[in-house]
């Protein structure tokens, strides 16, 4: 694989230049340039410009809306909707986030549903976005069908990931952000680029029988659930909140909907926002830094979030692969 060295801010500049031409507005582009920079900042390539071809292709399609200007409702006094406006997740997930914040903050609790919005992004931007403000953050969302049930064959689940945030006073967030499946798809699909394979079972191919070649989970094949009827219990609760509770699309629903352009599938995200302060009291942090300490002095032990937040203290160039590049730069002529 050939790779080029871009900075952050010229990776910015290129995300934002492609949307921008593409037909996003200065808000809504801005808001997936920032999501996308930061993804390839932590080192979470699968969801940094990776994903912007799938984007742009939403644009050029027509499905998603370059222009949309989401909206907040109040449900009741600690439960908010925002409406996306058919346009992309991260634009409503600006326009909802602060809302959420102020409204946990005063009542301890607060629950943001987000639907008609289309996600193709990483979770730990909201959630790590929540912790920052010294609130407990959790999200979910799902996708289209790419995932067996345990004992099936065939999708039903989205990858459905799921993210926790907990805030530390003073230091680095903990922050774990995972899919349901095995792996992520967008990992699949990069692995698949690059020629490497997948740990084997991760997925089947389209014959039903176990692989370790992505290709041929991502091209006809089924991802499978992780730790088996344990990772598909929790994918079915995270249709229900994503999709149930918010009011969207279940994954199958949002699959006989979508366009197949290549880009993200209309669907909602479920965020809820809890206050350490509020509910546990102010020793919270002292008390959790205990158990982080704890959890810590154990041999090989990594609190989730540390590698990301060690990676986004390289302010330095990043490696990309310039085919990708290559192919971003076409889309901006």
Same mark, same amino acid.
């Given at each position: 694989m050939t790779t080029t060295n871009l900075t952050l801010e010229e990776i910015y500049n290129l995300a934002l230049k492609t949307l921008k031409f593409n037909g996003c507005d200065e808000l809504n582009?801005?808001?997936?340039?920032?999501?996308?920079?930061?993804?390839?900042r932590d080192g979470s390539v699968?969801?940094?410009?990776?994903?912007i071809p799938g984007y742009i292709a939403s644009?050029?399609? $027509? %499905?998603?809306?370059?222009? @949309?200007?989401?909206? +907040?409702?109040?449900?009741?006094?600690?439960?908010?909707?925002?409406? *996306?406006?058919?346009?992309?997740?991260?634009?409503?997930?600006?326009?909802?986030?602060p809302v959420l914040i102020e409204t946990t903050e005063k009542h301890g609790v607060g629950v943001l549903t987000i639907a008609n919005t289309h996600h193709f992004a990483a979770l730990w931007h909201e959630t790590e976005s929540l912790a920052e403000k010294n609130l407990i953050g959790i999200a979910c969302t799902a996708y289209k069908p790419s995932v067996a049930p345990a004992g099936a064959k065939k999708p039903l689940f989205g990858t459905n990931p799921i993210s926790f945030a907990w805030p530390r006073k003073n230091n680095s967030p903990v922050v774990y952000d995972m899919a349901t499946s095995t792996m992520?798809?967008?990992?699949?699909?990069?692995?698949?680029?690059?020629?490497?394979?997948?740990?084997?079972?991760?997925?089947?191919?389209?014959?039903? $029988? %176990?692989?370790?070649?992505? @290709?041929?989970?991502? +091209?006809?094949?089924?991802?499978?659930?992780?730790?088996?009827?344990? *990772?598909?219990?929790?994918?079915?609760m995270i249709e229900l909140?994503?999709?149930?509770?918010?009011?969207?699309?279940?994954?199958?629903?949002?699959?006989?909907?979508?366009?197949?352009?290549?880009?993200?599938?209309?669907?909602?995200?479920?965020?809820?926002?809890?206050?350490?302060?509020?509910?546990?009291?102010?020793?919270?942090?002292?008390?959790?830094?205990?158990?982080?300490?704890?959890?810590?002095?154990?041999?090989?032990?990594?609190?989730?979030?540390?590698?990301?937040?060690?990676?986004?203290?390289n302010t330095g160039s990043r490696s990309i692969n310039k085919e990708l590049v290559d192919k971003i730069i076409s889309l901006s002529e």
């Amino acid at each position: 694989m050939t790779t080029t060295n871009l900075t952050l801010e010229e990776i910015y500049n290129l995300a934002l230049k492609t949307l921008k031409f593409n037909g996003c507005d200065e808000l809504n582009a801005e808001a997936v340039a920032d999501t996308v920079t930061n993804a390839e900042r932590d080192g979470s390539v699968s969801h940094g410009l990776f994903r912007i071809p799938g984007y742009i292709a939403s644009l050029k399609s $027509k %499905k998603v809306k370059g222009n @949309a200007r989401p909206t +907040n409702k109040f449900l009741t006094q600690n439960a908010i909707r925002v409406d *996306g406006d058919y346009g992309f997740a991260p634009t409503a997930i600006k326009v909802g986030l602060p809302v959420l914040i102020e409204t946990t903050e005063k009542h301890g609790v607060g629950v943001l549903t987000i639907a008609n919005t289309h996600h193709f992004a990483a979770l730990w931007h909201e959630t790590e976005s929540l912790a920052e403000k010294n609130l407990i953050g959790i999200a979910c969302t799902a996708y289209k069908p790419s995932v067996a049930p345990a004992g099936a064959k065939k999708p039903l689940f989205g990858t459905n990931p799921i993210s926790f945030a907990w805030p530390r006073k003073n230091n680095s967030p903990v922050v774990y952000d995972m899919a349901t499946s095995t792996m992520a798809m967008g990992e699949v699909q990069v692995a698949a680029r690059d020629g490497h394979k997948v740990p084997y079972g991760t997925g089947l191919n389209k014959d039903g $029988k %176990k692989t370790d070649n992505p @290709a041929d989970i991502a +091209n006809g094949g089924v991802l499978l659930t992780f730790g088996d009827y344990k *990772g598909s219990a929790i994918a079915m609760m995270i249709e229900l909140l994503a999709a149930g509770l918010v009011g969207d699309l279940f994954s199958f629903e949002a699959a006989k909907e979508d366009n197949n352009d290549g880009g993200p599938a209309r669907g909602g995200e479920f965020i809820m926002a809890l206050s350490p302060n509020l509910i546990a009291g102010e020793n919270w942090n002292e008390h959790s830094e205990k158990f982080f300490q704890e959890m810590k002095s154990l041999e090989g032990v990594r609190l989730p979030g540390e590698r990301r937040h060690k990676n986004r203290l390289n302010t330095g160039s990043r490696s990309i692969n310039k085919e990708l590049v290559d192919k971003i730069i076409s889309l901006s002529e």
